[in-house]
């Protein structure tokens, strides 16, 4: 297992030169970003990696936890630190988990076989795909052999036939999966200009296994809007919601969940947290960044229920600030897929060590023992500071 000193590339000796046809050492999250950007062909970046039409909201996630400010304490007692959180009902060792994402082959053949490996060796959760490239049985029973590994999650789009939705969720179960999550943000596709304009069309070798049999749904009548008189139809409301909780014993979380009214709403009726995302920027642009939605999300949730929070996170100091706005954890998307693109399950590996190990360097220069002292790490101009 690769630690953070150790990336998949090997640096060059010290005071030496690197070698002028070996490429420069993997040492941040933005090196493996420009490295699978370099070793994937146009159309693939664009489907993995692009975000809806001007892209703007895809630009405010990460700019946007750059712009939070941390303001250290000195002098206080840090040894004995640690990252653990708790987590429905449960101790994680940090607050990783690894976001859903569709189609990870595309990015490496090991696909989300490599992600979920090097995820549970580090502690970290696993957030698994609906239109995964690997079959969610398979997946789990690499995933769960782990000792020190994170939570399992099964990621959910409500399917137009409840009958075939209902066997995906008992398939999860009985996989072993310990949670639901229902993406409640996108009932249609964001308009992806990138990828539409790369031409994209997934390879013969990747697909959504876990999809196969599923009947298509009804189309509109000519003359319609196929989206209003078409797909909207299957789009799903709170009855939905309603539903799914009742066919399953597994705790659902709503990812995608922005307005502090939908927040409330879904704790009250029944689920077990929310996750504050905008889709990576893929679905609506110009919303703002999560960053952003995440302390009224957790004000109207009041402790009832965990808030997670996806969208943007590039270095551990953005781990301390969700923490320190209330997040009891962050899921992280890109950043996975390019460390699978620059070296499989290593690479996933040593995105999420780096992550762990910045979070825990930013914890001891901020004066944070635990992460219960995060809030107090956030830099909040007033007549106390």
């Known amino acids: 297992m690769l630690r953070a000193d150790q990336a998949p590339t090997t640096p060059p000796t010290p005071g030496q030169p690197p070698h002028p046809h070996q490429p420069p050492p993997l040492l941040t999250l933005a090196d493996h970003e420009r490295h699978a950007l370099e070793v994937l062909d146009g159309p693939t970046r664009a489907y993995l990696f692009g975000g809806a039409a001007d892209e703007i909201t895809l630009a405010k996630n990460t700019t946007a936890w750059r712009a939070l400010e941390l303001m ?12 653990r959180v708790n987590l429905l009902g449960r101790t994680l060792p940090c607050p990783l988990l690894v976001a859903p994402m569709a189609s990870q082959r595309l990015a ?74 229902l993406t409640v943000d996108a009932p249609v596709n964001g308009v992806r200009d990138a990828e539409i304009r790369s031409g994209f069309q ?20 000519p003359g319609q809007s196929a989206l209003f008189n078409g797909l909207l139809h299957h789009a799903p409301t709170w009855s939905d919601v309603e ?20 927040a409330r709403q879904a704790i009250d009726c029944g689920a077990a947290g929310v996750i504050v995302s905008n889709h990576g920027g893929r679905t609506l642009d110009t919303m703002p960044a999560t960053a952003t939605l995440l302390p009224r999300v957790v004000q109207a949730v ?17 781990v301390l600030k969700a923490m ?31 992550l762990r190990d910045e979070l825990e360097i930013a914890m001891a220069l901020s004066g944070c023992r635990t992460l219960d002292d995060a809030p107090g790490a956030l830099w909040a101009p007033g007549p106390s500071q």
């Open 72 to 83: 250290p304490r000195v002098l206080r007692p840090l040894a004995g630190g640690h990252t």
């Open 108 to 181: 490496h053949p090991d696909g989300e076989h490599a992600t979920a490996l090097a995820a549970a060796a580090l502690g970290c959760g696993l957030v698994f795909s609906t239109q995964a490239s690997t079959l969610l049985e398979d997946t789990a029973g690499l995933f769960l052999t782990e000792a020190v590994r994170g939570p399992l999650w099964f990621q959910l789009y409500l399917q137009p036939d409840r009958g075939f939705t209902r066997e995906l969720v008992q398939r999860a179960e009985a996989a072993g999966f310990e949670a639901l999550v």
């Open 202 to 221: 997934l390879p013969p070798q990747v697909s959504a296994v876990n999809l196969r049999g599923m009947q298509p749904p009804n189309s509109a009548a």
């Open 243 to 262: 539903w799914l909780l009742s066919i399953t014993h597994l705790p659902v979380l709503l990812k995608g969940v922005v307005h502090p009214d939908d």
């Open 302 to 318: 009041a402790g009832d229920a965990p808030v997670l929070v996806d969208g943007g996170i590039r270095r551990g100091t953005d």
């Open 324 to 354: 320190a706005l209330g997040a009891s954890a962050v899921l992280v998307g890109r950043p996975v897929l390019h460390g699978l693109a620059s070296a499989g399950a290593a690479g996933v590996a040593h995105v999420l060590r780096l």
